[in-house]
């Protein structure tokens, strides 16, 4: 088992409202799997994937990787930067940096030789077909390339696990087919698992399970 959350919940709290967003969600992902969660805007779908990938705290729950039971009060940005890769709803790459340079700072984080971690990102820009957008900046390519160069980034440090949030939110159909056979081939090549949240079919298409977060919980 690579994942295996239980009983996670959250509220947030404004002035005005009390919401309460996972009202007790359980989930277990192995090696290998693709699993998209689907649920209409406001479920709590990025909520949920904040909270598995170590961005946002829950209230109550546990989160366990690969067996070890994840300490919220210990350092955090280790498993974060080692076993697990984001993809966020709005892509979030660094604006002031080259497409290559996105690639390189996750793996410089880790430690990675300057020379290896070079390497890997052309390496994985080429396996995209983007090699000839590593010196481009973010504003010079296309919402398509980014999403994609947004999933490299989560891939570059090899995690056990990606969460992508919607990774095909913004792309017409023929970029979205090529993101998900990248997802497939990740899968069957390398056993990488994927969570996924989305509200779109075609993503849901290539799943091993599909589930659906509703009132805070998933079935
Ligand atoms: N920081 C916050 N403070 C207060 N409420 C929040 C906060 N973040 C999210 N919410 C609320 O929590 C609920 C779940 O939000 P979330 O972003 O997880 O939904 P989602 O399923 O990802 O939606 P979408 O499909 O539109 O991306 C929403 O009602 C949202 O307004
Ligand atoms: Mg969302």
Do not use: W
């Amino acid at each position: 088992m690579i994942l295996k959350a239980t009983d996670i919940r959250k509220t947030y709290r404004t002035r005005a409202e009390k919401i309460q967003v996972l009202n007790g969600v359980n989930l277990e992902i192995s090696p290998g799997e693709i699993v998209v969660v689907m649920g209409p805007s406001g479920a709590g779908k990025s909520t949920l994937l904040h909270i598995l990938g170590l961005i946002d705290n829950c209230d109550s729950g546990s989160i366990e990787f690969e067996g070890h039971v994840v300490n919220m009060t210990q350092d955090l940005s280790s498993i974060r930067a080692r076993k697990l890769g984001f993809v966020f709803q709005y892509h979030h790459l660094l604006p002031e940096f080259t497409v290559l340079e996105n690639l390189l700072i996750p793996q410089t984080l880790i430690g990675t030789k300057p020379a290896d971690a070079k390497s890997r990102g052309l390496d994985l820009l080429n396996f995209m077909g983007l090699e000839n957008r590593a010196e481009h900046y973010p504003s010079q390519i296309s919402g398509g390339e980014k999403q994609r160069v947004a999933l490299l980034r989560a891939l570059v440090n090899s995690p056990r696990l990606v969460l992508a949030d919607e990774p095909t939110g913004n792309l017409d159909l023929g970029n979205s087919v090529l993101l998900l056979k990248l997802i497939t081939n990740l899968r069957d090549e390398f056993n990488q698992s994927f969570l996924i949240a989305t509200h779109d079919r075609t993503v849901a298409d290539v799943a091993d399970r599909v589930l659906s977060l509703d009132c805070g919980k998933l079935s």
